[in-house]
């Protein structure tokens, strides 16, 4: 699977962002999908995630409210719009697939692919 991550910027605190991630190379049927970020000198962290069927969601905490995933199986692709940025939102953004459930891609279950990141800076 290979997952290409886009849309990332500079935007002030307040605005909003939204990403893409296209998913090539095999069929993903039944994989959820997520986002994850990662800011300078800190580890990988759990953004969000969404099921199959787009019916189960999580969320971290930090960006409940703010943040909404969703996807297009049609066109294979997951989206992530961030509303109301904040300057700790500042991170590389990875999307992510894999074939547990969206409930389980907070613990980076076995078997998930990344993307390649992709870098949002909200400046304050």
């Known amino acids: 699977v290979q997952l290409q991550a886009s849309g990332g910027g500079l935007v002030q605190a307040g605005g909003s962002l939204r990403l893409s991630c296209a998913a090539s190379g095999r069929t993903l049927n039944n994989y959820a999908m997520g986002w994850f970020r990662q800011a300078p000198g800190k580890g990988r962290e759990f953004v969000t995630s969404?099921?199959?069927?787009?019916?189960?969601?999580s969320h971290a905490d930090s960006v409940k409210g703010r943040f909404t995933i969703s996807r297009d199986n049609a066109k294979t692709t997951v989206y992530l719009q961030m509303n109301s940025l904040k300057p700790e939102d500042t991170a590389v953004y990875y999307c992510?697939?894999?074939?547990?459930?969206?409930?389980?891609?907070?613990?980076?279950?076995?078997?998930?692919?990344w993307g390649q990141g992709t870098q949002v800076t909200v400046s304050s």
């Open positions: 992510a697939a894999s074939p547990s459930s969206a409930q389980t891609m907070p613990r980076m279950p076995r078997g998930i692919y």
């Open positions: 969404i099921s199959w069927s787009g019916s189960l969601q």
